[in-house]
């Protein structure tokens, strides 16, 4: 009889990973935009001086590194309480100067949980359209996705705010 549960239990655990599996390979998205009246250089200076993330950014607490390929950031979020929330140290998979800038960053393994962030900045007849987009994929991904999907929205719009107030403060508009 124990043999039989065990052999049960086995199968369940085997399945249930094997959802979570299948399920966080398909990749997540969250999209936010917002339109800033200034030159597409000043946003791109602004987004890849990380060192002053925390002077201007809601959400960041401290922020370091090198825009470059490959390169590793430092990260550390800001906590609903403003103290330090969590720290993460993603790396740049991709760098189109001075358009677009992706990075990744993974919960103890990929398989398990990864978060990449995206921008991009278009040209437009008044300025710049920024896309701010996270992407989330990995194991763990869909017992997580109804809390993501929550608060990262709001988080990324007030980043992109504030990015905005300080690119149009600093280009004159």
Known sequence: MMKKLIWIISILILTSCLILWTQGNNMREIRTEIEI???PTTVWSILIDFDTWKEWSPIINQASGVASLGSELNITMRGDDGKD????MPIITNFEEPKFFRWRGKMMAEFLFTNDKVFELE???SGTRLIHKELFSGM???LFWSHLNKGVPSMLQSMNEALKIKAEKSSGS
Not at 85 to 88: H, L, N, S, T
């Open 85 to 88: 929330g969590p720290k993460y």
């Open 123 to 125: 040209e437009t007849g």
């Open 140 to 142: 763990l991904m869909p």
């Open 37 to 39: 009246n200034a030159p």
